[in-house]
């Protein structure tokens, strides 16, 4: 009788949620849009903080080599802000993205903690990303460049997080 051959299973590449992770100014900006919410009674998540270049291969596989849909248009860590420290993806902890009055409450409790809500990026906003408010829409070449060489902690300097 012939074996059959079965598939690989997929390599999962988990989503890092280590606050501790992030660029300190940024770390104090989440911790306190998390309070924030869990005040209003919701129920935030910490989805994903920092992202290493295998979960960003990941991620970018999706809805081009892996099945789904596309999820990010960055294709390395250091063309997100997560590869630089300076943006967390915070969603629904019960319903994950499929709450729209959570992202609804999610955006101007952010900014008004000085970070920039993915919901209001033109053309097509995503509601759960926060970044660092004082960072450019996405990260430079010389940003890219900079951490790369230099460390996370060089970018934070440059856009006042460290």
Request: proline share 10%; hydrophobic share 45%; net charge positive.
């Amino acid at each position: 009788m012939p074996k059959t051959e079965r598939a690989a299973a997929p390599v999962v590449v988990p989503a890092a949620r280590e606050v501790a992770q992030l660029a300190p100014a940024m770390q104090a900006a989440v911790e306190a849009v998390l309070a924030a919410l869990r005040a209003q009674g919701r129920t935030p998540w910490l989805f994903e903080a920092v992202r290493t270049p295998a979960r960003q291969a990941y991620l970018y596989a999706q809805g081009r080599t892996r099945p789904g849909p596309v999820v990010t248009n960055a294709s390395s860590h250091l063309r997100s802000w997560h590869g630089h420290g300076l943006a967390v993806d915070i969603v629904c902890r019960q319903a994950l993205w499929a709450d729209p009055g959570f992202f609804a409450a999610l955006g101007p409790v952010a900014e008004a903690h000085g970070l920039t809500w993915g919901g209001r990026w033109p053309p097509l906003p995503a509601a759960p990303p926060l970044q660092w408010g004082r960072c450019p829409t996405g990260p430079r070449a010389a940003d890219r460049a900079r951490t790369a060489a230099e460390g996370m902690a060089a970018t934070w300097a440059v856009y006042g997080a460290g």
